[in-house]
């Protein structure tokens, strides 16, 4: 059988053994992904894997399974981003401190939160590969941003994802409810 090594297979294994083990054994030993697969493989994969989610759980499921997949949030980036915020008067100033210093992400300030704006995809199974892929592969994006806001914020926020560049849009568009 096929290795299921990649770190992407490990976490979706984790994520979808919590709501269902069966559906995780299954999608494994259906879809392995391994350390060595190139980006054509990791795209399938990750195609493979959307169609099977959406399939079998509910939207709301899907977003929770999908959340739980994220690749973690650096502690050092959330330091920096408390500093920030620690510092400013209010969101807008945060933002603005924030895109001056950070250059992968911007921030913009809205009256009941902030905008995540990825300016391109920056996710290592679907980037390099031209065509789209359902916003359903999109969602481990919530979980990350989530697990940095809380590092910073001291709780969990409310996320919501607009728009991603992979599902036709764009740019990636997370909105954080503060």
Not at 111 to 133: M, T
Not at 137 to 157: A, D, S
């Amino acid at each position: 059988m096929a290795k299921n090594d990649n770190a992407h297979a490990v976490r979706l294994y984790e994520s979808l053994s919590r709501l269902d083990e069966s559906a995780a054994i299954e999608f494994a030993q259906r879809h392995p992904l391994s350390k060595s697969a190139d980006y054509k493989k990791k795209f399938a994969w990750a195609k493979a894997q959307c169609e099977f989610l959406e399939e079998r759980f509910s939207p709301e499921e899907t977003a929770d399974i999908r959340a739980g997949c994220h690749c973690e949030a650096g502690s050092a980036l959330a330091a920096r981003m408390r500093g920030y915020l620690s510092k400013a008067a209010d969101l807008s100033e945060f933002a603005r401190v924030f895109n001056e210093k950070e250059k992968y992400v911007t921030l913009e300030a809205e009256e009941d939160g902030l905008l995540f704006i990825y300016p391109e995809c920056y996710c290592a199974c679907v980037k390099r590969v031209p065509e789209q892929i359902s916003k359903t592969w999109c969602l481990c994006t919530l979980g990350h941003v989530r697990g940095l806001m809380e590092q910073v914020l001291g709780r969990v926020p409310e996320v919501e994802l607009l728009e991603t560049i992979k599902s036709g849009g764009q740019r990636c568009v997370v909105k954080v409810y503060v």
